[in-house]
C-alpha cells in the first residue's frame, strides 16, 4: 500500500508537471485529490489495516496529499502567471499611435490682448465700462472738446447715421458716459471695444477694429502717474526688459498730448525692419484729459485731473505675434485662429 | 510742411548740427519729422555746360548731337534727345561715371553710331518731382541763365545741395506751417535767436488809395489789405527763389506768383495778386456771395457760389472766392503791369467749409482754415511789396488801402509753477520755467507766484495753463517726467457679474472645441434681418461705402455662415465658430438702436474624427444641441430652459427649435436648409444663436452644497409608444409634472422608429429615478409615485409598451 501511494505519488506530480494550463491542473487535482480519486479511497481503505499501521499510513498519506496539494499550488501559481503574462501579451498596443484628442477651441487673438490688458488693469483697481457701438455725435465728438466743424472731426473718416447718430469712431464716448454716471466721483476705467471708420479694407486699414481705452479721473493725477501705469503697460505687453518713451503730441480731448514708442522688442534697440530703424516702435496715444472735457461731463477741473489712453487691439496683436495682415484678424480661417491656442511665457 | 534746411538757415543758425540730429531733437520737442530727405540723393559729377553747338543726327530724327563746353576749353559730343535742347543754352551735364537717382550710371556710349560723352539732364533725371518743375522744362531739359559758368557745381546752382524735413504737423500747430514758424520753434530748442527778413523798399510818390478802394461787408473778414505795385516786369523768378519753391513742394510760375507763393511759405500768410487793369474798377468790395453766382477759377472751371461762401469783387462781379482761389478774369498774365496785391485775413470756419464744398484745397486755405497770425497779414503784404521791387522791376505805390478790424491781441495765460509741477509730477524750478518761455519768446512776467504769459499770435494753440504744462514739458523734455502710478485708490478693481460670466460663456464654447470668431458688425440690407431671433427696424449708414456694409446686422449668423464658407473653401472638414457680439435692433427713445449681446455658433461637416480607430461622427443637430445645453448647465439654468419645434427662414424646418429661457424666447438652433447651405457648398451645417443679454443676466440662486447621497436611489424604465411627431420634451413634462418630489430625474435611453413599428409611430424608452435624501424608499413608495407617472401619461394618450 506504501509502495501503491509512493507510485500514486509519483503519477500526481508528473501529471502536474505535465499540466499545461489551469484547466488541466484542475483535472489533474480533481482526478488525485478529489473525493472520488485514489488518495482518498486509499485512506477509505484504511479501515482494513491494523491499529498500529493506521497512524503511519494515515501520517503518510497526509503527507502524499499535503505535497501534492502544495504542488498544485505552486503549479497553480506559476500558470496562473503565466496566463496573465500572455494575457499581457495580447493586450499590448502600439503607444505612439494618436490618442483621443478632445476637442478644443480658442479665443480670438484680439480677445486674448484685450482680456491680457483687461486683467492688467483690473489688477489695478480698474473697472471695464462698456457702451453702445452706435453713438451719438455729442458722446463721440462734442463731449471730447470736438465741437461741429472742428478740422479734426472729418466726414471722411465717421460713418454717419443720421446727423445726430454715428459708428463710433473710438471707444472715447465711454469715457464720457461713465463721466456723466460718475457726476464728479474718481473713475479708474478701461473701456475695450468695437469702432469703426470710413477706411477701405487693406493689409493695414480696416473699417471696423478694436479699441481699449483708459480714463482715471481723480484728485492730483499727474503725469508720471500716467508714463508709469503705460510703463506698467508695455512691460506686460512686451516684456520686462521694455522701455517707453513719450513724444508730444495732440488730440483734442487731452492737454497735453502724447504719443507712446516701446523699446523694439525685436532688435532691443539696435534697428530693424520691425521698428524701421529707429529702435522704437509707436504703440499708443494717450495724455491728461482736456479741462473743457472734464468741465462739459460736470468736473471741476480746477479740483481734478485726470489721463486717458488709446490702444488698438489689432497694433498689439499685429506687433506682438507678428501678424502681417489685419484682414486675418476678420477673415477667420481656422489655420489662423488655431494659432492662439497655447499658453505664453 | 517741407523744410528745405537751406532756405531754414536764412532765419536761424543750425550749422553744426548734423540734418538727422536736427529732426530728431524736433520729433522729442513736438513736432513729429517724417522723413529726412537728401536732395543731392548721393549724385556726383553733375556740372553746368555750355551748348557750343546743336546738329541733327545723321541716323535718328529725334536726336541731337551736342558740342557742349563742360569746363574751360573742355567740350564734349554729347547726344541729346530732347525737343528744346537748343545752342547756346547753359544746361546741367552729368558726367560719365556720374550717379543719378534711381540707380542711373551714366557712361561713355555711342548711340547710333554717334559717341556721347554724358547726358544733359532734366530736373526730374536729377530726383525732382514732375509736378513741381517749371511747366517750361516739365517736357524736357532744364535750362540755366545765360550767366552761369560752365564746368561749376550744378547741383549747388539749383539748390540739389540741400537736405529737407518732412513734417507731420498736428492740427494744432499751424504755426509750423511756415519757415519762420518752423524757425521759431527749432530756436527754442537750440537756444537760438531768429532773424527776422529785413524790410525795406523804396515807394514811388502816387499813392496806393488814388487806385483803389476797398471795403468790407462780411464780419467773416475783419482784415483786407491792399498793396498796389505798378511797372512790373512778368518774368522767371530768380534761380533760388525757384529752388526754394521747388524745394517746399511748389512749382515755380512767374515772379509775382512765385513772390506770393514764397511769403505763403515764409509767413504762413497766404497773398493774392490781382492784375490792377483786369479788375476793371478802382474797388475791391468783399461781400457774401449771392446764391447762385458764378465765377470761374484760375483752373479755369466755373463755379456756382452760395450765399454763405464770401468773395472778393470788383463792386459788381467776383474776382476771387476769399482764401480759396483767384479768379480767371484778374488772373497775373505776361502782360500784367500792375498788380494789386491782397493780404487779409479770412475767418477759418468759413474758408474751410467753401473750400470743402468746391472741393478745393489749397496750401493757402489749408493756412486760413486753421488760422493765419493776425499779426503778419501786413507784414507780409509789405514783404511782397519789396519783393515786387527787389525782384520784378515793381514800383510800390505809398501807403496800403485796409479795412481792420482784426483783434491782433496776444491770448493772456496766467499761471503758476505749482500747477505746471504738480500736473506733470515734477519740480521744474521757476528759472527753468521762464528759461524756456523765453525761448518760445513767450513774453513772460512772474509776479505773486503766478506765471503772467502773453503768448505771441503765431501760437493759436496757446490759451490755456495746461497749454503751457504742455510747453514747458516738451522743451524740458519727457524723458524727464518721474514714473509713477495714482494714489488714493479707493476703488476695487474686478470685472461686473456680466463680464464674468460672459468669459465663462467663452470658455464653455472654447472647452466645447470652438474658435471664436469676430465678424463685422455691418451687413447688406438684404442680410441685416436674417437669421434674426425678432427683426425689427433696420439701422441704415447715410453714406456707406458699399452696398455690402450699409446695414447694421441683426443677426450673427449669416457672416458665421460666410466663415464657414470661407473655411470649407479652403478645404477644411470642419468648421466650428463662434462669436458674441451686438446685434442693432429698432430704435430706442434716444434715437440709438437697442443694442443686445448675442452669442452664435456654426458647426459643419466632421466633428469627430478620430480616424484609425474608425471612429467618426459628422455635426448634427444634437451636437449643436449639446453644446448649448452645456452652457445652460454651467449658467445654472438647465431646469428653465425648454426647446420647442419651431420655423425660422433659412433653416431646416423639421430639424429646428426655438430656444426658452422661463418660457420667454431667448434662442434659436437648428440645421441650415440645403438651398442655404449650397449658397456657399457646405456639407451638414447647424447654427444657433442665443440672446446673451437675456441668458447671462438671468438671475440664478446662490449656490448652496446639497448632501451627498446616503440613501440608494430606485430607477425605474418606462417604453411607450408614441406619434413620430410627438416631442420627447413634452412627455418628459408630463412625467416631472406627475411625477411627486421623489422623481429626481428623467432620461431618455432609448428612441426606435423603423420596420418592427407601425408606420407613423415610434418607440421611446425612459429611465426615472426615485430618491429620498433622508431615507430609503420603500417598494410601496416607489410604487405608488410611479403608477401617478403611468396613470399621468395614459391620461396624456402614451401607449405603454
Ligand atoms: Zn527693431
Redesign the pocket.
Known sequence: MEQQLKQLEQEALAKLQAAANLKELNDVRVAYLGKKGPITDLLKGMGKLSPEERPKMGALVNAVRENVTAQLEERVAVLEEQAILEQLEKESIDVTLPGRKVRQGNRHPLTRVIEEIEDLFVSMGYEIAEGPEVEKDYYNFEALNLPKGHPARDMQDTFYITEETLLRTHTSPVQARTMELKKGEPIRIICPGKVFRRDNDDATHSHQFMQIEGLVIGENIRMSDLKGTLDALAKKMFGDDREIRLRPSFFPFTEPSVEMDIS?F??????????K?T?W?EILGAGMVHPNVLEMAGYDSKKVSGFAFGIGAERIAMLKYGVDDIRHFYTNDSRFLSQFHRTEG | MLVSLNWLRQYVDIDGIAPEELAEKITRSGIEVDAVIDRSQGMTNVVVGHVVSKEKHPDADKLNVCQVEVGEGDIRQIICGAPNVAADQKVIVALPGARLPGGVKIKKAKMRGQESNGMICSLQELGVEGRVVPKAYAEGIYVLPKDTVPGSDALELIGLRDTVLELGLTPNRSDALSMLGVAYEVAAILSQEVKLPEIQYQTVSEKAEDYIKVSVEAKENPLYAAKVVKNVKIAESPLWLQHYLMAAGVRPHNNVVDITNYILMEYGQPLHAFDYDALKSSEILVRLANEGEKIVTLDDQERSLKAHNLVITNGQEPVAIAGVMGGANSEVTSDTTTVVIEAAYFDGFSVRRTSKELGLRSDSSARFEKGVDPNRVLIAGERAAQLLAELAGGEVLEGTVAVDDLDKSPARVVVSPDFINNRLGMKISLEDMLSILNRLQFDVEAANGMLIIDAPTRRQDIKIEEDIVEEIARLYGYDEIPMTLPEGNEQIGGLTPYQAKRRIARNVMEGAGLYQAVTYSLTSDELAQKFALKAEDTTKLLMPMSEERSTLRQSLIPHLIEAAGYNVARKADSVALYEIGSVFLGKTEDELPYEEEHLALVLSGKWVDHAWQGEKLTVDFFVAKGIIESLFEKLGLTDRISFEKANVDGLHPGQTAAILLDGEKVGIIGGLHPIERKKYDLKETFVAELNLKAVLGAEVEELVYASVPRFPAITRDIALELDRSKPAGEIIEVIRAAGTKLLKEVKVFDVYEGDKMEAGKKSVAFSLTYFDPERTLTDEEVVSAHNKVLKALTEAGAELR
Open positions: 523694439c525685436k532688435c532691443g534697440g539696435k534697428g530693424c525692419n520691425v521698428c530703424h529702435g516702435i
